[in-house]
Nanobody
Framework: QVQLVDTGGGLVQAGGSLRLSCAAS????????MAWFRQAPGKEREFVAA????????HYADSVKGRFTISRDNAKNTVYLQMNSLIPEDTAVYYC????????????????WGQGTQVAVSS
């Protein structure tokens, strides 16, 4: 059982930055790949970024590459998403997700999910 709580969303102007956090329960956080997904109204949930259990490798959607950075602090059981140069197209509810071992770009591959945090980017 892993419980995730994602926080840090808010309203920001285009060009601004936000840092999302996802705190996980349990002692086995370091065994889980972590990811961020997002979902805008009327759209399917889409992959944003993922990180391997040790934090040694990351993967990003093309739409956020160069602007977003995923990281993790296993001592704190927390994963982060630093979002810079935000654009209105980034507006969505952002969800953190976890699965054992390797990461996946498919939402259906993840076992555990946070409740979501709203990010709104105004022009």
């Amino acid at each position: 059982q892993v419980q995730l709580v994602d926080t840090g969303g808010g309203l920001v102007q285009a060009g601004g930055s936000l840092r999302l956090s996802c705190a996980a329960s349990g002692r086995t956080f370091s065994n889980y790949a972590m990811a961020w997904f997002r979902q805008a109204p009327g759209k399917e949930r889409e992959f944003v970024a993922a990180i391997t259990p040790s934090g040694g490798n990351t993967h990003y959607a093309d739409s956020v590459k160069g602007r977003f950075t995923i990281s993790r602090d296993n001592a704190k059981n927390t994963v982060y998403l630093q979002m810079n140069s935000l654009i209105p197209e980034d507006t969505a509810v952002y969800y953190c997700a976890a699965r054992p071992f390797g990461y996946s770009v498919y939402s259906r591959s993840y076992n555990f999910w946070g409740q979501g945090t709203q990010v709104a980017v105004s022009s």
